[in-house]
């Protein structure tokens, strides 16, 4: 039976018209309309769909903006002077470190070779991060390429953990050297050396390929600000699309191992050192023993006790102008801390300089 529409819908137009021929003009016309709205129905459907469909597959982030000291107008123009003689000093102290230690044979001992290594890890550790961060206090232009920033955070990780597992060696080795003298030629010879130093940096880029690889696995669809001079953990996951809680849990699990078994290692071994030095009966021996570990102590100190106000606690509580004062401590300060503690109070670095100094030698020939 064929569908009538009922007079109500039939246009005031055609009431003059035949009943036949108008009801045949309404049927057309509700028809066009059905039509009409079911074509508009299929439009939204798909854009709703093509929505779903984007919003499943994030849009890639292709580079991050380093927004560091942006904030600070023209006073980046200082910061760019005083940083930039800052890294010239580590560069040469870590330099003169090394050198040094190469071409004077009285510091040819386990203790200065780890000095030596520590010194060219600092020197690394400072180039990954401190040049791009003095181009970008002079550029408007502060991108980094995503897989740039990758690999910034892969290598920055890898020799700041490598820097702490060699301050625990290097306690290790003053243990050694104060409460085992007559074994120490056997318990740090030059293969357990090579040994430990190596194990260093394996663990330390370890530790790094899986931080790297928890963070830049996470989807970034959206922001790219870093609130950081560069590629830090905590600043980039933040950006992340997705629940990041697990992977956070993780990065922050590795964090407590790679900080707290180093420094409970050191605090283990001071506590001998102490226990044996106050058994020695002149005074003369005591100071000469405690000076042996006031430099390590110091850089100890300020290594630990910056990294792990930033990193010992949840990315969440990432406050960008505090840690980003405290993380220059612990990438400037630090590094440059290393050489001038251990040739100002270290007096056999101190009596090696002048001799390589007056043989006329200390060329970057001789390297």
Known sequence: MAWTPPLSTIPESLAPLDLPLALDLTTKY???????????GMEAAEVNLGDRVNQANFSSVTEFVLLGFSNLGEIQLILFAVFLCLYLIILSGNLTIVTVIRLD???????????????ISETCYTFVILP????????????????????????????????????????????????HPLRYPILMRWQVCGQ??????????????????????????GPNKINHYFCDISPVIQLACTE??????????????????PLTFICISYGFIVRTILKIPS??????????????????????????????????????????????????????LNPMVYSLRNKDVQMAIRKVIARGRFYPKAL
């Open 30 to 40: 509700c028809v066009d309309n059905k039509s009409t709205a079911s074509a508009s």
């Open 283 to 336: 005074i003369d021996g005591k100071r000469k023993a405690f000076s042996t570990c006031a430099s390590h102590l110091t850089v100890v100190i300020v290594h630990y006790g910056c990294a792990s106000s930033v990193y010992l606690r949840p990315s969440t509580k990432f406050s960008s102008n505090k840690d980003r004062l405290v993380t220059v401590t612990y990438t400037v300060v630090t590094p440059l």
């Open 105 to 119: 044979r009285s510091l040819h001992v386990p203790m200065y070779f780890f000095l030596g290594i520590l010194s």
């Open 132 to 179: 791009k961060m003095l181009l970008n206090l002079l550029s408007l232009l502060r991108t980094i390429s995503f897989i740039n920033c990758a690999i910034q955070m892969f290598f920055f990780l890898g020799f700041a953990v490598t820097n702490c597992m060699l301050l625990g060696v290097m306690g290790y080795d003053r243990y050694a050297a104060i409460c």
């Open 196 to 221: 430990l130093a190596a194990t260093c940096a394996v663990i330390g880029f370890l530790f790094s390929l899986t931080g790297s690889f928890l963070v830049f696995e996470l989807p970034f669809c």
């Open 244 to 261: 990041t809680y697990i992977n956070e849990l993780v990065i922050f699990a590795g964090g407590v191992l790679a900080l707290m078994v």
